[in-house]
Antibody, heavy 117, light 108 residues
Framework: VQLVESGRGLVQPGGSLRLSCVAS????????MSWVRQTPRKGLEWVAS????????YYVDAVKGRFTVSRDNTKNSLYLQMSGVKVDDTAVYYC???????????WGQGTLVVVSS | EVVLTQSPATLSVSPGERVTLSCRAS??????LAWYQQKPGQAPRLLIY???TRATGVSVKFSGTGSGTEFTLTINSVQPDDFAVYYC??????????FGQGTRVEVK
């Protein structure tokens, strides 16, 4: 299982950013995928999850209406469109693959997003 | 939302010791609990899921027990490579999937 995130960067409050995650080593279209973020203050926080077919999605309350998770199974890719970002969205963002019914069994290396003016 | 409380926050141990980490859920989560290990600068790594099933490639020195609201992760004969932060995570009541705040295992 290999997951490689991209899209790190510095963005101003209110701005937008898209994170990508390319998967390999497994049949991407067979798995739920998620985004999890981490900060020193809040620790690990689940952000969003998407079903195999992309038709079922869930978000943590803090990002609802601002972030959109999507996937392209033809490209083995997972995305997180971040809009209206806030300083509190500053974190390392990981993509993760579901295993065992809801655990996160494979993680990317993480990509740093800094929201600052 | 299920709140997971890990204890202690920090555990200071000597190499070779056996350590037990605790994770308590604010409501029953049956056996839908996972444990992760995270080393500095690295992503978390799944150790245990289903409260007691080791993930692929995980050493038998790691074992998980518990169900309902009380869970433990035991590490037998802690070695230098095991010093890290350990997190629990529940996936019974979702969304949201939730994590504990972590237990740091450090060298005494």
């Amino acid at each position: 299982v290999q997951l490689v995130e991209s899209g790190r960067g510095l963005v101003q409050p209110g701005g937008s950013l898209r994170l990508s995650c390319v998967a390999s080593g497994f049949t991407f279209s067979n798995f739920w995928m998620s985004w999890v973020r981490q900060t020193p203050r809040k620790g690990l926080e689940w952000v969003a999850s998407i079903r195999q077919d992309g038709l079922e999605k869930y978000y943590v309350d803090a990002v609802k209406g601002r972030f959109t998770v999507s996937r392209d199974n033809t490209k083995n890719s997972l995305y997180l469109q971040m809009s209206g970002v806030k300083v509190d969205d500053t974190a390392v963002y990981y993509c993760a693959r579901e295993v065992g019914g809801g655990a996160f069994g494979g993680w990317g290396q993480g990509t740093l997003v800094v929201v600052s003016s | 939302e299920v709140v997971l409380t890990q204890s202690p926050a920090t555990l200071s141990v000597s190499p070779g010791e056996r350590v037990t980490l605790s994770c308590r859920a604010s409501q029953t989560i049956r056996s839908k609990l996972a444990w992760y290990q995270q080393k500095p600068g690295q992503a978390p790594r799944l150790l245990i899921y289903g409260a007691s099933t080791r993930a692929t490639g995980v050493s038998v020195k790691f074992s998980g027990t518990g169900s309902g609201t009380e869970f433990t992760l035991t590490i037998n004969s802690v070695q230098p490579d095991d010093f890290a932060v350990y997190y629990c995570q529940q996936y019974h009541n979702w969304p949201p999937w939730t994590f504990g705040q972590g237990t740091r295992v450090e060298v005494k």
